[in-house]
């Protein structure tokens, strides 16, 4: 009964910032690998950021230096702090967790007006 609930989605403006959280239960994140993906209107889902089991991040290319992705597992989350936004980072931004298959939330908005 994994569930993953992602929130702190919203409207900004280009330049500003957001940190958006996926809380898991019916799991420990605790060592888990576990991902941020997005997908823009009439776009394909895409790879934002990667947290693997022992800790190591990746950032993709086009979001390196001013996306960050971290874990804590005292709040049993992971994170996406997202800065210097801009318009084509407009996107619902899903967290996923890999347990044997791979489960995900139900995405947050996040819209950047310019």
């Known amino acids: 009964q994994v569930q993953l609930v992602e929130s702190g989605g919203g409207l900004v403006q280009a330049g500003g910032s957001l940190r958006l959280s996926c809380v898991a239960s019916?799991?420990?994140?605790?060592?888990?690998?576990m991902a941020w993906y997005r997908q823009a209107p009439g776009k394909q889902r895409e790879l934002a950021a990667e947290?693997?089991?022992?800790?190591?991040?990746n950032i993709v290319d086009s979001m390196q230096g001013r996306f960050t992705i971290s874990r804590d597992d005292a709040k049993n989350a992971v994170y996406l702090q997202m800065n210097s936004l801009k318009p084509e980072d407009t996107a619902v931004y899903y967290c996923n967790l890999w347990y044997g298959s791979l489960y995900w939330g139900e995405g947050t908005l996040v819209t950047v007006s310019s």
């Open positions: 019916g799991i420990s994140v605790r060592a888990k690998a």
């Open positions: 947290i693997t089991g022992d800790g190591s991040t």
